[in-house]
Antibody, heavy 120, light 108 residues
Framework: EVQLVESGGGLVKPGGSLRLSCAAS????????MIWVRQAPGKGLQWVSS????????YYTDSVKGRFTISRDNAKNSLYLQMNRLRSDDTAVYYC?????????????WGQGTMVTVSS | SYVLTQSPSVSVAPGQTARITCGGT??????VHWYQQRPGQAPVLVIY???DRPSGIPERFSGSNSGNTATLTIRRVEAGDEADYYC???????????FGGGTKLTVL
């Protein structure tokens, strides 16, 4: 089955770190840019970061720049998000997602999400 | 940075037509995607590139985009359509994705 499965979420104290993973199955992972999107409790969707197929192009939303690092391992069909210096407003469900085809295309495949809670 | 504006809520009776709008400066010059998100679930792409439907999405869902407003139209609304709907664009000025704030569709 074509799918994305996130893992690595949990409870962390402010200032702490966490690494999220997203495992891709049954499609050619290396052919797709990949995305992280988050959703704070009761709030809307927020794009977090994007990475191109060969990691040549990487983008971040301003609020995570300098704290989060997106990466991928095409040999392992995996996407990662290293989150450092976490803050309470980073508390959210984190989804990985795949664009249909092109850089500006809609996201036709989403994981189930992993919850990150930043609290003392 | 580019801002997408959605009404917080829309209510419609079963069988009627729901129109969910997404406002942005000259949004008609951009490509808009729409997502449906039911409670506790991941978003689902329902319209891409303004008007196209992914396979498996009913024909009742359609999209349009012109001027400063993009619209998601759901005809013959069913109880199962009750969800949050988000519009999205790719902002070429800074290579960032932008989501609208979301619209909660209530089926009366």
């Amino acid at each position: 089955e074509v799918q994305l499965v996130e893992s690595g979420g949990g409870l962390v104290k402010p200032g702490g770190s966490l690494r999220l993973s997203c495992a891709a199955s049954e499609f050619t992972f290396s052919n797709y840019s990949m995305i992280w999107v988050r959703q704070a409790p009761g709030k809307g969707l927020q794009w977090v970061s994007s990475i191109s197929t060969t990691s040549s192009y990487i983008y971040y939303t301003d609020s995570v720049k300098g704290r989060f690092t997106i990466s991928r391992d095409n040999a392992k069909n995996s996407l990662y998000l290293q989150m450092n210096r976490l803050r309470s407003d980073d508390t959210a469900v984190y989804y990985c997602a795949r664009p249909r085809t092109g850089l500006d295309d809609g996201f036709d495949l989403w994981g189930q999400g992993t919850m990150v809670t930043v609290s003392s | 940075s580019y801002v997408l504006t959605q009404s917080p809520s829309v209510s419609v009776a079963p069988g009627q037509t729901a129109r969910i709008t997404c406002g942005g400066t000259n949004i008609g010059g951009k490509s808009v995607h729409w997502y449906q998100q039911r409670p506790g679930q991941a978003p689902v792409l329902v319209i891409y590139y303004d008007t196209d439907r992914p396979s498996g999405i009913p024909e009742r869902f359609s999209g349009s985009n012109s001027g400063n407003t993009a619209t998601l139209t759901i005809r013959r609304v069913e109880a199962g359509d009750e969800a949050d709907y988000y519009c999205q664009i790719w902002d070429t000025s800074n290579d960032h994705w932008v989501f609208g704030g979301g619209t909660k569709l209530t089926v009366l």
